[in-house]
């Protein structure tokens, strides 16, 4: 009996899976040339550039697309997504005189990822049915299938590669070292890399009614909660304690941002793509109608701290990252908070302004990458005017950073501090812009310049040395970080109820094995939090080396302003256990790393 002919959808199948494997091989085959051969070719590194972001991003977008859509209508979608958005990451790169400098900062990559990130569910839905490119349920569904179908194709790469060295070692045992000399192969490895890769989304979305992104949603809105309890808790501290030092060393602003982003994303994955799959039960829509109405005043609680940073110090690149992180943070929150207020039809108002939302992000992203949001321009600007105005100190002023980091606007800024002769401070300014050129590290400028000398001599006149007698080197606190001395600063001004300083500095010698010499912290944070801070001594200059954790449970330190009291007066004692700890009050203090 002859063999039955295969069926056509078995068909399809093979013939999918075969595209797919051959699409992920071209993929994992250009990029090791581009990384690993094209700089022998191509001396220009702005092409370098261009090829490499263009190809890279190109065939993320197109192994993204494949499956769902044709490959050859996948594949244009990606050129016509990756290539203009590598033409302005190389434009943005122009701001700086390497391409290893422009994209060291970081902002410029996750621009361009960004910008990818977002377009391409709208390319999915635009070729699926180009009237419903701005759909919300099909722009949902394709984000998070394409979200989905990338994490377990990856995890499957990474299981296919821990086989193979697996396999590898145990036919090592009888001297069959085949595969060791394969994957020593860059190009192998990028080719088998790639073809599993691209054998995997295949399969992912044949699968795609049994592997859906349900599972995981509805996994996160369980999160919902929680995040809905730290926010009320947090802003019953702030109205009750304020904000000041309730995040420790961690920037306020930033932390905010983060958990408003986070309260944002779990929002639209609780609200899901229509009614019918939203959150069904009354006390979970309590939920997100009330995370939605406290989310302005989250965001606003990180704009006012953003903003104080800013006023008191000026722009920096990252400054201008995280004041257009708060504007979109701050319109989704608005949008989200108006949309309940208003109750009818309100998950569906959330969701438009999702999609509104997603071209304004995008939008900025292709605008981040060009003059018009030029963010090292804007802080060199900010830099200056202030020195001009009277503003900023000598010691205040971002010069290292400017030299080093800011790329061309930062040296033009340079160039422009030089030239005020009429300045009163101006030979110090320009011994300082030397400085700061030669200087490889800031480190090394902190060193050499003594910058943030006049916060440290007021730091010295302020911090109270324990055991009694105790001294530093002149000019030792000019070693530590200007924001960290300006924080022990204002934290030696927040006296304690006896009217003692809020801050102490308790020379001991942690571990007897490490020849600088060790010390203690004790800062007050806040009303009655206090944050302890190990420090080191290295050639004259005090570092701050990391937290310091108690060594009962392993968890950082929790003290309140008693522990600065018990300091000054000597009441702490040094007991071995392993490395020595300082015992205040019956908690046993240490290094935390």
Same mark, same amino acid.
């Given at each position: 009996?002859?063999?039955?002919?295969?069926?056509?959808?078995?068909?399809?199948?093979?013939?999918?899976?075969?595209?797919?494997?051959?699409?992920?091989?071209?993929?994992?085959?250009?990029?090791?040339?581009?990384?690993?051969?094209?700089?022998?070719?191509?001396?220009?590194?702005?092409?370098?550039?261009?090829?490499?972001?263009?190809?890279?991003?190109?065939?993320?977008?197109?192994?993204?697309?494949?499956?769902?859509?044709?490959?050859?209508?996948?594949?244009?979608?990606?050129?016509?997504?990756?290539?203009?958005?590598?033409?302005?990451?190389?434009?943005?790169?122009?701001?700086?005189?390497?391409?290893?400098?422009?994209?060291?900062?970081?902002?410029?990559?996750?621009?361009?990822?960004?910008?990818?990130?977002?377009?391409?569910?709208?390319?999915?839905?635009?070729?699926?049915?180009?009237?419903?490119?701005?759909?919300?349920?099909?722009?949902?569904?394709?984000?998070?299938?394409?979200?989905?179908?990338?994490?377990?194709?990856?995890?499957?790469?990474?299981?296919?590669?821990?086989?193979?060295?697996?396999?590898?070692?145990?036919?090592?045992?009888?001297?069959?070292?085949?595969?060791?000399?394969?994957?020593?192969?860059?190009?192998?490895?990028?080719?088998?890399?790639?073809?599993?890769?691209?054998?995997?989304?295949?399969?992912?979305?044949?699968?795609?009614?049994?592997?859906?992104?349900?599972?995981?949603?509805?996994? =996160?809105?369980?999160? !919902?909660? &929680?995040?809905? @309890?730290?926010?009320?808790?947090? $802003? %019953? #501290? /702030? +109205?009750?304690?304020? *904000?000041?030092? =309730?995040?420790?060393? !961690?920037? &306020?602003?930033? @932390?905010?941002?983060?958990?408003? $982003? %986070? #309260? /944002? +994303?779990?929002?639209? *994955?609780?609200?899901?793509?229509?009614?019918?799959?939203?959150?069904?039960?009354?006390?979970?829509?309590?939920?997100?109608?009330?995370?939605?109405?406290?989310?302005?005043?989250?965001?606003?609680?990180?704009?006012?701290?953003?903003?104080?940073?800013?006023?008191?110090?000026?722009?920096?690149?990252?400054?201008?990252?995280?004041?257009?992180?708060?504007?979109?943070?701050?319109?989704?929150?608005?949008?989200?908070?108006?949309?309940?207020?208003?109750?009818?039809?309100?998950?569906?108002?959330?969701?438009?302004?999702?999609?509104?939302?997603?071209?304004?992000?995008?939008?900025?992203?292709?605008?981040?990458?060009?003059?018009?949001?030029?963010?090292?321009?804007?802080?060199?600007?900010?830099?200056?005017?202030?020195?001009?105005?009277?503003?900023?100190?000598?010691?205040?002023?971002?010069?290292?950073?400017?030299?080093?980091?800011?790329?061309?606007?930062?040296?033009?800024?340079?160039?422009?501090?030089?030239?005020?002769?009429?300045?009163?401070?101006?030979?110090?300014?320009?011994?300082?812009?030397?400085?700061?050129?030669?200087?490889?590290?800031?480190?090394?400028?902190?060193?050499?310049?003594?910058?943030?000398?006049?916060?440290?001599?007021?730091?010295?006149?302020?911090?109270?040395?324990?055991?009694?007698?105790?001294?530093?080197?002149?000019?030792?606190?000019?070693?530590?970080?200007?924001?960290?001395?300006?924080?022990?600063?204002?934290?030696?001004?927040?006296?304690?109820?006896?009217?003692?300083?809020?801050?102490?500095?308790?020379?001991?010698?942690?571990?007897?094995?490490?020849?600088?010499?060790?010390?203690?912290?004790?800062?007050?944070?806040?009303?009655?939090?206090?944050?302890?801070?190990?420090?080191?001594?290295?050639?004259?200059?005090?570092?701050?080396?990391?937290?310091?954790?108690?060594?009962?449970?392993?968890?950082?330190?929790?003290?309140?302003?008693?522990?600065?009291?018990?300091?000054?007066?000597?009441?702490?004692?040094?007991?071995?256990?392993?490395?020595?700890?300082?015992?205040?009050?019956?908690?046993?203090?240490?290094?935390?790393?």
């Amino acid at each position: 009996m002859s063999r039955a002919a295969p069926r056509t959808s078995d068909r399809a199948i093979a013939g999918n899976r075969l595209t797919m494997a051959l699409i992920g091989i071209v993929a994992g085959l250009s990029l090791w040339f581009l990384f690993d051969r094209l700089p022998e070719y191509v001396t220009d590194a702005r092409l370098t550039l261009f090829l490499t972001s263009a190809v890279a991003g190109g065939f993320a977008v197109m192994l993204a697309l494949a499956g769902p859509v044709r490959p050859l209508h996948a594949g244009v979608a990606a050129v016509m997504l990756a290539a203009p958005a590598a033409a302005l990451l190389v434009w943005a790169s122009l701001r700086h005189d390497t391409v290893a400098a422009a994209l060291r900062s970081g902002h410029l990559l996750a621009a361009f990822t960004g910008l990818l990130f977002i377009a391409t569910p709208f390319a999915a839905a635009s070729l699926s049915a180009p009237r419903l490119w701005h759909d919300y349920a099909t722009l949902f569904d394709a984000a998070w299938t394409m979200v989905m179908r990338y994490a377990a194709a990856w995890l499957f790469v990474a299981i296919f590669w821990g086989v193979v060295l697996l396999s590898d070692a145990v036919l090592g045992l009888v001297g069959i070292t085949l595969i060791s000399r394969l994957i020593e192969v860059d190009w192998f490895v990028a080719a088998m890399s790639g073809l599993v890769l691209g054998l995997a989304l295949a399969v992912v979305y044949e699968l795609r009614e049994y592997l859906s992104p349900h599972l995981l949603l509805r996994l =996160l809105r369980l999160l !919902l909660p &929680v995040v809905l @309890t730290v926010m009320v808790v947090f $802003l %019953a #501290a /702030v +109205a009750v304690r304020g *904000v000041s030092g =309730l995040l420790g060393d !961690l920037s &306020v602003a930033g @932390t905010l941002l983060a958990m408003a $982003l %986070a #309260a /944002v +994303a779990l929002i639209s *994955v609780a609200l899901d793509c229509d009614n019918g799959r939203a959150v069904h039960g009354r006390p979970m829509r309590v939920v997100v109608e009330a995370t939605a109405l406290l989310l302005p005043l989250l965001v606003a609680v990180a704009v006012w701290a953003l903003w104080l940073r800013v006023a008191q110090y000026g722009w920096t690149p990252n400054r201008v990252v995280a004041a257009l992180s708060a504007v979109v943070i701050m319109a989704y929150a608005l949008l989200y908070a108006l949309a309940v207020l208003r109750r009818h039809h309100w998950m569906n108002r959330v969701r438009r302004a999702n999609v509104a939302m997603a071209l304004v992000v995008a939008g900025l992203c292709g605008l981040w990458m060009t003059p018009l949001l030029n963010a090292e321009r804007i802080a060199t600007a900010s830099q200056v005017a202030r020195f001009e105005a009277g503003r900023a100190a000598l010691d205040d002023l971002a010069l290292w950073e400017m030299a080093h980091r800011w790329g061309r606007p930062g040296a033009a800024g340079l160039a422009r501090l030089a030239a005020l002769q009429d300045h009163p401070a101006h030979a110090a300014l320009v011994a300082r812009i030397r400085q700061a050129r030669q200087s490889a590290s800031r480190e090394t400028y902190v060193r050499a310049s003594g910058t943030g000398g006049d916060t440290a001599l007021a730091l010295a006149r302020a911090l109270p040395l324990r055991p009694e007698g105790e001294s530093l080197p002149h000019g030792a606190l000019a070693g530590l970080a200007p924001f960290f001395q300006r924080q022990a600063l204002d934290a030696c001004r927040r006296a304690l109820p006896d009217g003692r300083p809020g801050c102490v500095l308790v020379m001991a010698q942690f571990n007897p094995r490490n020849p600088a010499r060790q010390g203690v912290m004790l800062l007050r944070a806040g009303e009655r939090r206090v944050i302890a801070h190990a420090v080191e001594l290295h050639a004259g200059r005090l570092r701050r080396s990391g937290g310091m954790r108690e060594l009962a449970s392993g968890r950082a330190a929790t003290l309140d302003e008693a522990a600065i009291a018990r300091a000054l007066d000597g009441d702490y004692a040094m007991r071995p256990a392993g490395m020595r700890m300082i015992d205040l009050g019956g908690a046993g203090l240490v290094p935390g790393n």
